[in-house]
């Protein structure tokens, strides 16, 4: 996209795409890792739905957040992208969890609510 964009130097477009992937682009919200924490002690597991075009795991094992997440079900790798219940399903079965018992903490009510599709798994859009 940013190469429709004019820059003053052509260089510019990649150094951006560089810096835009690099994890020190990403900042965990500040109570990531107590949450995570707190949730990885009490033997929660966790799972990373997202729909994102890249993968997000070099971010998480830079913050130091990797040890508590146990899979990242990511849409371009599963052919599926949120609110489809399918890749919620991949999510459940890499964690050996069932949906019933499930909880999906999102941030978006477009893409992170399972529940106009199924009833299954109880949404929190905190």
């Known amino acids: 996209m940013s190469r429709r964009v004019p820059l003053p130097d052509p260089d510019l477009h990649d150094a951006l795409y560089a810096r835009h992937m690099s994890p ?14 707190t949730l990885h002690e009490r033997g929660i597991d966790v799972a990373v739905v997202s729909n994102i075009g890249w993968d997000p795991r070099p971010v998480f094992r830079a913050h130091g957040l990797d040890p508590f997440v146990d899979a990242y079900p990511l849409s371009y790798e599963h052919g599926a992208q949120k609110p489809d ?22 941030d978006s009510r477009r893409f992170s609510t399972w529940s106009r599709t199924s009833p299954r798994i109880r949404p929190d859009l905190s």
């Open 85 to 106: 219940p399918w890749l919620f399903s991949v999510a459940c079965a890499a964690l050996g969890a069932d949906p019933r018992r499930t909880l999906m903490v999102g």
């Open 24 to 37: 020190a682009a990403r900042t965990p919200y500040p109570d990531a890792r107590q949450v995570l924490h």
